[in-house]
T-cell receptor, first 114, second 115 residues
Framework: DTAVSQTPKYLVTQMGNDKSIKCEQN?????MYWYKQDSKKFLKIMFS???????INETVPNRFSPKSPDKAHLNLHINSLELGDSAVYFC?????????????FGQGTRLTVV | AQSVSQHNHHVILSEAASLELGCNYS??????LFWYVQYPGQHLQLLLK??????LVKGIKGFEAEFIKSKFSFNLRKPSVQWSDTAEYFC?????????????FGSGTRLQVQP
């Protein structure tokens, strides 16, 4: 069973389009995250949700909007895609960090904007 | 805000060589420390973690890391690398007292093991 699953795995789209990436975890965790990995492999937190509540919102363009319908799901919607949005987006989950827990990552979604 | 530095960006080793990857973090309080590995085209997998107790922690696949609080370091080691260890390695920190509920990652070290 896949613990953290993301769909799609690959996404190629044109500039200006709107797209969504879905994430689901079956670990019973209460916290979920979106990370962006750029072309140089640098990983940076974008958003974090705890029990469907947004707790981290880094400096991310407001074209990016996370949505958490329940604790097991955290989706990422991106409006008006730009070339610079091309990256690998990783979803992760954990029990709320700060209590000696670790994060589990999904397979990643490679987004290519052309 | 906490930060993590990985000074080795690209390391090339021959099989059976010993490995040490550096990781330093900048936070004076209590931390949880992690090493993740990313094999080509795959997701991040946890290699090992430090929460408390013995500063020498052992992980999967023969990896270990030592937490040296006075040096703010958490270096990764393996006595004898294999070709299958070729991957990207990331150090990460969770600063426990800040209330920030997310890992901060270093920039990663690409390890290339030559047969």
């Amino acid at each position: 069973d896949t613990a953290v699953s993301q769909t799609p795995k690959y996404l190629v789209t044109q500039m200006g389009n709107d797209k969504s990436i879905k994430c689901e975890q079956n670990l019973g965790h209460d916290t979920m995250y979106w990370y962006k990995q750029d072309s140089k492999k640098f990983l940076k937190i974008m958003f974090s949700y705890n029990n469907k509540e947004l707790i981290i919102n880094e400096t991310v363009p407001n074209r990016f909007s996370p949505k958490s319908p329940d604790k097991a799901h955290l989706n990422l919607h991106i409006n008006s895609l730009e070339l610079g949005d091309s990256a690998v987006y990783f979803c992760a989950s954990s029990r709320i960090l700060g209590w000696n827990t670790e994060a589990f990552f999904g397979q990643g979604t490679r987004l290519t904007v052309v | 805000a906490q930060s993590v530095s990985q000074h080795n960006h690209h390391v090339i080793l021959s099989e059976a060589a010993s490995l040490e990857l550096g990781c330093n973090y900048s936070y004076g309080g209590t931390v949880n420390l992690f090493w993740y590995v990313q094999y080509p085209g795959q997701h991040l997998q946890l290699l090992l973690k430090y929460f408390s107790g013995d500063p020498l922690v052992k992980g999967i696949k023969g990896f270990e890391a030592e937490f040296i609080k006075s040096k703010f370091s958490f270096n990764l080691r393996k006595p004898s690398v294999q070709w299958s260890d070729t991957a990207e390695y990331f150090c990460a920190v969770n600063a426990m007292d800040t209330g920030r509920r997310a890992l901060t990652f270093g920039s990663g070290t690409r390890l290339q093991v030559q047969p």
